[in-house]
């Protein structure tokens, strides 16, 4: 069996800082990640990011994602790709590798057959940081070819370089609807219309502006009312609720669509650490069950630790700064610390603070607040 | 659907090795490392797999390996998830019906 | 409050004639200056450090909106990429006789060219007027966010936010 002091479950933002800083204090660090790339949801990034000048504002999370990678090299943090945590017990990670790009990991070497291995993992501790996953939203014909959440669509156009479709409907004005909406223009796309069946844009105004100049109409208090088409999507019915959210009888339109975008918000993907038995608590405002854990990012089960959108959906940079405390709080808890340590995390936890300030983000501080302290009740004390 | 040539910040698609892979009988030319997912979608295939009970259409929804709609036959394996596995030269990918098994 | 950005999408003059980084109309008079049009409360500050004349303020907490000193601003337009939201306008009404020049980020392909004509659009992208291109920046600190500048009649210039996108060819 493979044994590590540190193993992380996730090579996106979270996952990466935490492996950084794991490896920085002596850690043999491991990260696994069922993507062929690493980055997690960086990669499609291709917005300058907000946040602080001191931390990357106002640079690309593609090239976040490379200096992580850099990083991470750096300080000789192994990660490996296409590999599925499917288990979790005694701080043992079992790991699958269905298909992957690389020969080596083949028994046959070629594509004529799938390559398939299995590992286990001893690790002394474990991050999980497993991101979020998208929520779907039913109607008649979202299971059409040509639904697909707004993610999937930035990661086809911005990773992979393909256009999801010609005509693009976008449901949902938060952060991701308008950026992904921006971002399908920036590709060659038409977004049609951007709805919203909320009264008011969610997400940040500038967003929204951006795409408004661009001539994309945002319809508050608007919902789709089914996809049409044979086999794939066809065109779209949308139409005005009233308030009780109530499609509007007679205010029904159709689009002339080939894709219908879901933009409806994100929830932790929390599959994994249910599985390793972590305790859940349900929070809405960090988009649903979410990992119990305490200030030091650590869950009910005793060396299982949590960072960014899996203990809470929120951003990239608030994602970063969690992988870096959970990092921190994991080697330290093995005796393996940097001189600095008490006043890095201090700093830290100040940065997290004033990223979740203003209008916008003080409800997710109030949030992980109340998880917090169940955290300090629940989780092990050392 | 087309691939994205040119782009105002990711900038111009630089060359790719070429990979074959053969979907439904027909050969389609991939670029290297890309998922299946995104190969197929580039040659205009949206429908990845019928449902086994209505034999409903299903295509790529989630795109980062969590809502399995998007699987397909790959090498005679049913339930590979196309936008998280890579294309393999000579790799065999055929539309899947229900569960993908013979007693479809 | 904030019912323009928050239901259109755009702010209304109202709600950006309140936010401190919008210019006084006697500044605006008097030349090129920054037009700030960031009006929520929202985590970021890039345009501070943006500025080699210091005359955007962020401060503690970063959620502060940016609060443009419109006496240091000499309308140099440096702000105008490093805005993560694309916020930042330039607005120049002295440009000529009833000629001014408004520059914004466009972050589209194809970028348009030094003289071409161009339909202008208002914040709701609309076409409102003809304008010309008379400069195209992306220069490397620009980091892929190019800045074009377009005359545009005086009357329109506290409207006009943009160009009706050019077509691609495919």
Known sequence: MRKVDLAIVGAGPAGLAAAIEGAKRGCSTLVLDMNPLPGGQLVKQIHKFFGSQEHRAGTRGIEIAAQLLHQAETEEVEVMLGAEVYAIHDRTLEVAWAFTGDSSASSSGGGATPPSRHLAIAARRIILATGGAENALNFPGWTLPGVMGAGAAQTMSNVWRVLPGERILMVGAGNVGLIVSYQLLQAGAEVVAVIEAAPRIGGYGVHAAKIRRAGVPILTSHTVVRAEGRTQVEKAVIARVDSSWQPVPGSERELDVDTICIAVGLRPNARLASLAGCCLHYSPRLGGWVPIHNSRMETTIPGIYVAGDLSGVEEASTALEEGRLAGICAASSLGKSNPGDDERIAAIEERLISLRSGPFCQPRQDAKQELIEIGEVQCCKE | MRRVVSHPVLGTLTAAREVKIYVDGKEIRAREGEPIAAAVAAAGIRIHRYTAERGEPRGVFCGIGQCTDCVMVVNGVPNVRTCITPVMEGMIVETQHGAGSEDR | ?170
């Open chain 3, 1 to 170: 409050m904030l019912q323009g950005v928050k239901t259109r999408g755009y702010p209304s003059l109202q709600e950006l004639e309140s936010a401190p980084g919008y210019p006084s109309p006697g500044r605006l008079e008097k030349g090129p200056v920054a037009v700030i049009e960031c009006i929520e409360e929202i985590p970021c500050n890039p345009c501070e450090q943006a500025c080699p004349q210091h005359a955007i303020t962020i401060g503690e907490p970063i959620t502060n909106r940016p609060h443009l000193d419109e006496d240091k601003c000499i309308g140099c337009g440096l702000c105008i990429p490093r805005c993560p939201g694309l916020a930042i306008f330039l607005v120049d009404l002295t440009y000529g006789q009833g000629v001014a020049t408004v520059a914004f980020p466009y972050e589209y392909l194809p970028l348009p060219e030094e003289g071409q004509a161009v339909q202008a659009v208002n914040r709701a992208g609309e076409p409102v007027c003809p304008g010309t291109v008379i400069k195209v920046q992306n220069p490397k600190v620009n980091d892929q966010t190019p800045v074009v500048t377009i005359t545009v009649p005086r009357e329109y210039a506290a409207e006009v936010r943009g160009i009706r996108r050019i077509r691609r060819e495919r």
